[in-house]
């Protein structure tokens, strides 16, 4: 779980990649893993938004378990 840690909004990098900051579930009953993923510009018909908060429902902690199967990267 991501717990206190102060996870920023996204960063430019000096390569100019825009990148944000995400907890990652590579596999049901394993760690969460805090990473800095890349992102593309937004597409014609897209938007790009800043989320300054989000939270964990108990469906996603199901699909952590693995008691709830569903996809993941």
Known sequence: MVGS???????REPTGRKTV?????????????IDDIDIRPPKR?????R???CGVCHSD????????PAPVP
């Open 21 to 33: 900051r995400a907890a990652v579930l590579e596999a049901p009953n394993t760690a969460v893993v």
């Open 5 to 11: 840690e102060h996870v920023r909004s996204g960063s």
């Open 61 to 68: 902690l199901s699909i952590i378990d693995g008691s709830f």
């Open 51 to 53: 989320v300054a908060a």
């Open 45 to 49: 018909g897209e938007v790009l938004v």
